[in-house]
């Protein structure tokens, strides 16, 4: 700027470029002028920066957004680096609102087929060994398709990963005394849906987590709040939210959400039900819509998840499945975890359609969408649907979604 000897000049100079336009943006906490609205942007060794503020804020050249609808938001796949979802793009989905829930009131019981009916509050949750473990929560309505202008994000947004502490739901089944004759536990939520899931008492001593934090801070009210349900790797839906009671029992409860919904139509007219696992699923998330690239080297990148267990390799296609490469995967590759890939190729110019798919470590391969409707016939239901993405990649460097036909 003009006045750069002057030590009160920077922040008349940031007043003067305030005043060239009302829109701002926030930076360390601060309103500077939005430089992307206003096209004015200040060699930054000449005037003073922002000071800090009360929160880190995003650059205000990049603002990734969830993609919402009424009842959900999704996950800008396409936006993102690594395995980590920042918690405000955490995926969301809510079957009645997200409630407000006071933590100094907040009660979880245990009751039924267990020695001492306990009601914990969440100072109590807190008392107990914290564990922590980065994993996904997937929603199994998670598949969209249609048309070539779909982004990751509306063709798989309803998966996210973080980092999740909280207390294993096996300690607090031993401080209750839960019966070893108990095969089934019901959990419920305290949202207006009251949502409630029926989970094998298996899972429960296995790895199954009561979460009150996310990504190191309070689980965010989306997610939860003050506590919920973690089943690493076993369907969005069974993860409760906001969880007030868990009644342990002999069978399972038949609710609402395992009978009429969360069961898919399969072959001759049967209905599956309670399909707990994720299978192994991929997406590369560049190049893919709106993206362009150039001729040259292109590192594809993407992710791949498993609700089995670990990755074991991702295999890529530059020519429409007929030959593949294992891509590199990123370490660590963590069990029941978004795991990012990368697989270097040159791109000539013509047309080209890429895909990944993933192979977890029990051996089972993502499937194609044909596959899918073989095994499971073409009137199949929209939950656990997997299939491989493919993108094609036009000569003038645009990149379409290849949309799966679903008969
Ligand atoms: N209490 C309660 N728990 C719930 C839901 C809900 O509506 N109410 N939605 C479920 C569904 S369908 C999914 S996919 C996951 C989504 O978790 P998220 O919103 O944290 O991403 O939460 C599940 N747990
Ligand atoms: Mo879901």
Redo the contacts with the bound molecule.
């Keep these: 700027m003009e006045e750069k000897n002057d030590k009160k000049i920077p922040r008349r100079a940031m007043l003067k470029a305030a005043a060239l336009s009302a829109t701002t943006a926030l930076m360390g906490g601060v309103k500077v002028p939005d430089p992307v609205k206003t096209g004015v942007i200040p060699d930054p060794t000449k005037v003073q920066g922002a000071v800090p503020g009360k929160l880190g804020t995003r650059s205000p050249f990049e603002q990734p957004i969830k993609k919402a609808s009424e009842i959900s938001g999704r996950t800008p796949l396409q936006d993102l680096y690594g395995i980590i979802t920042p918690s405000d793009l955490?995926?969301?989905?809510?079957?009645?609102g997200v409630p407000l829930i006071d933590p100094q009131k907040y009660e979880l019981l245990i009751h039924g087929m267990v020695e001492r009916p306990t009601v914990f509050t969440l100072k109590d949750l807190k008392r107990f060994p914290a564990l922590s473990r980065i994993a996904f929560?997937e929603?199994?309505g998670n598949f969209r398709t249609g048309k070539e202008t779909m982004t990751p994000q509306e063709i798989c947004g309803?998966t996210?990963q973080s980092e999740w502490t909280g207390v294993m739901l096996s300690t607090l089944f031993r401080e209750v005394g839960a019966s070893p004759k108990a095969t089934w536990f019901l959990a419920e939520?305290?949202?207006a849906?009251v949502?409630t899931r029926s989970i094998p008492m298996e899972k429960g001593w296995k790895d199954a987590m009561i979460a009150y934090a996310q990504n190191g801070e309070a689980i965010r009210p989306?997610?939860?709040y003050p506590a919920?349900l973690f089943l690493p790797g076993w369907e969005?839906?069974m993860?409760?939210?906001?969880?007030r009671r868990i009644e342990v029992s002999d069978q399972p409860f038949m609710t609402r959400e395992e009978t009429s919904k969360y069961t898919e139509t399969i072959k001759d007219h049967k209905i599956r039900q309670f399909s707990f696992d994720m299978d192994a699923r991929s997406i590369i998330t560049y190049p893919s819509y709106p993206q362009e690239v150039e001729k040259g080297w292109i590192e594809i990148r993407g992710i791949a998840w498993s609700g089995r267990g670990k990755i074991d390799r991702v295999e890529i296609s530059t020519d429409g499945g007929k030959h593949w490469n294992n891509a590199v995967l990123q370490e660590p590759v963590l069990d029941k975890a978004h795991t990012f890939f990368r697989y270097l190729w040159r791109w000539d110019g013509n047309p080209a359609e890429i895909m990944s798919r993933a192979v977890d470590d029990t051996g089972y391969r993502q499937p194609f969408m044909k596959q899918l409707i073989d095994a499971r016939g073409s009137d199949m239901g929209g939950y656990h649907l997997n299939p491989v993405t493919a993108w094609l990649i036009e000569r003038d460097g645009k990149v379409l979604f290849k949309p799966e036909k679903r008969k």
Aim: hydrophobic content about 30%; glycine content about 10%.
């Design positions: 955490h995926f969301e989905r809510s079957h009645a929560i929603c199994s309803l996210s939520g305290s949202d849906a949502m989306e997610q939860g919920r969005g839906n993860n409760i939210k906001w969880i």
